[in-house]
T-cell receptor, first 111, second 113 residues
Framework: KQEVTQIPAALSVPEGENLVLNCSFT??????LQWFRQDPGKGLTSLLLIQSSQREQTSGRLNASLDKSSGRSTLYIAASQPGDSATYLC??????????FGDGTTLTVKP | GAVVSQHPSRVICKSGTSVKIECRSLDFQATTMFWYRQFPKQSLMLMAT?????????EQGVEKDKFLINHASLTLSTLTVTSAHPEDSSFYIC?????????FGPGTRLLVL
């Protein structure tokens, strides 16, 4: 059974700092890995999708990496802004369908 | 990217009533959809896999008679919470599968009084 762990559970940083969120998974036979953002009381916003054959994806200030052999993914956020404050979820799929989610990292960026 | 909608976005009901939540894939057909549930301050947990034209597959611990799933067409799956109780209050999110990945709906927040 796939298990997904996200560290840290919560993170508070001053505005402008670069930061890294971590996601680890137990079964390396994955189909893809997705990073989501969730604002309080809201649904999921997809940030980056990394296919099994890829090592990283970039979108603006966000960069996600994938190392299947070690069961790890990182989400790098450059020059953080208060608007980046949210919960970030990592989801690992073993096929094109169902995903296993981590518990999330709650990020607070202070002005 | 592909779009998945959910209706309603928010519902408040009395204990003992049934609530139906719709999940639609707006610009693609999905033979498989998924229903997830998220309790406050917890992550999303898969409840069931909805297959068009056949019975849903439920995850361990999810009561199939309480959470009725119908996937009558390639663009619509419904989740009915029967005889809802306060402990069923949660955030319900669906996703629809394509060949490449799955796309998530915006979620439905259910509050049972």
């Amino acid at each position: 059974k796939q298990e997904v762990t996200q560290i840290p559970a919560a993170l508070s940083v001053p505005e402008g700092e670069n930061l890294v969120l971590n996601c680890s998974f137990t079964d390396s036979a994955i189909y893809n890995l997705q990073w989501f953002r969730q604002d309080p009381g809201k649904g999921l916003t997809s940030l980056l999708l990394i296919q099994s054959s890829q090592r990283e994806q970039t979108s603006g200030r966000l960069n996600a990496s994938l190392d299947k052999s070690s069961g790890r993914s990182t989400l790098y956020i450059a020059a953080s802004q208060p608007g980046d404050s949210a919960t970030y979820l990592c989801a690992v799929a073993i096929n094109a369908g169902k995903s296993t989610f981590g518990d999330g990292t709650t990020l607070t960026v202070k002005p | 990217g592909a779009v998945v909608s959910q209706h309603p976005s928010r519902v408040i009901c009395k204990s003992g009533t049934s609530v139906k939540i719709e999940c639609r894939s707006l610009d693609f057909q999905a033979t498989t959809m998924f229903w997830y549930r998220q309790f406050p301050k917890q992550s999303l947990m898969l409840m069931a896999t909805s297959n068009e034209g056949s019975k849903a597959t439920y995850e361990q611990g999810v009561e199939k008679d309480k959470f009725l799933i119908n996937h009558a067409s390639l663009t619509l799956s419904t989740l009915t919470v029967t005889s809802a109780h306060p402990e069923d209050s949660s955030f319900y999110i669906c996703s629809a599968r394509t060949e490449e990945t799955q796309y998530f709906g915006p979620g439905t927040r259910l509050l049972v009084l």
